[in-house]
T-cell receptor, first 112, second 109 residues
Framework: DAGVIQSPRHEVTEMGQEVTLRCKPISGHNSLFWYRQTMMRGLELLIYFNNNVPIDDSGMPEDRFSAKMPNASFSTLKIQPSEPRDSAVYFC??????????FGSGTRLTVV | AQRVTQPEKLLSVFKGAPVELKCNYSYSGSPELFWYVQYSRQRLQLLLRHISRESIKGFTADLNKGETSFHLKKPFAQEEDSAMYYCAPQNSGYSTLTFGKGTMLLVSP
């Protein structure tokens, strides 16, 4: 298995533009998580899906952020419009049961 | 409220010295506990979980329910241990992990 796959690895965009981050979880994992990592706040859970259904999106900072999981093998995190303070590394992780998470390599987002 | 505390932002030791990275948690019930490691600019990786009672890369962690702690230890640090370490409790019945702020371990030659 190739693990959790995220794309793009790096994204540089101008303020106000739409940004879409993508994640392919490990096949067979039934939970998917989006985290944001910054120096100031560490790792913050943004949203969590179980069996493709959003369970907890209380970490999504604003309405500018949205996430979807149309099927078991794909999820997106969208920011529209993007702002400089959204600059961070965004990690996707997947899991099955209580086995612990497998993380993707992350997307480093820079909004200028 | 669920909370996990890693009191040290940075821990700097010399190669061969013992290491202890502290983690305290405040959780209802009996959480499952994990340590994750992130090497420079890489993905987070599972280091160990308390239920498995394993030793990974020479690291161990003992759950102390009385002190609600899950400190990570290694008797002799190596330069390749330099990384960011995150303690993460997981409440039983829920799938989400709550990550601490992390401790950066720097091992100097």
């Amino acid at each position: 298995d190739a693990g959790v796959i995220q794309s793009p690895r790096h994204e540089v965009t101008e303020m106000g533009q739409e940004v879409t981050l993508r994640c392919k979880p490990i096949s067979g994992h039934n939970s998917l998580f989006w985290y944001r990592q910054t120096m100031m706040r560490g790792l913050e859970l943004l949203i969590y899906f179980n069996n493709n259904v959003p369970i907890d999106d209380s970490g999504m900072p604003e309405d500018r952020f949205s996430a979807k999981m149309p099927n078991a093998s794909f999820s997106t995190l969208k920011i529209q419009p993007s702002e400089p303070r959204d600059s961070a590394v965004y990690f996707c992780a997947s899991s099955f049961g209580d086995s612990g998470y497998t993380f993707g390599s992350g997307t480093r987002l820079t909004v200028v | 409220a669920q909370r996990v505390t890693q009191p040290e932002k940075l821990l700097s030791v010399f190669k061969g010295a013992p290491v202890e990275l502290k983690c305290n948690y405040s959780y209802s019930g009996s959480p499952e506990l994990f340590w994750y490691v992130q090497y420079s600019r890489q993905r987070l990786q599972l280091l160990l979980r308390h239920i498995s009672r394993e030793s990974i890369k020479g690291f161990t962690a003992d759950l102390n329910k009385g002190e609600t702690s899950f400190h990570l230890k290694k008797p002799f640090a190596q330069e390749e241990d330099s990384a960011m370490y995150y303690c993460a409790p997981q409440n039983s019945g829920y799938s989400t992990l709550t990550f601490g702020k992390g401790t950066m371990l720097l091992v100097s030659p």
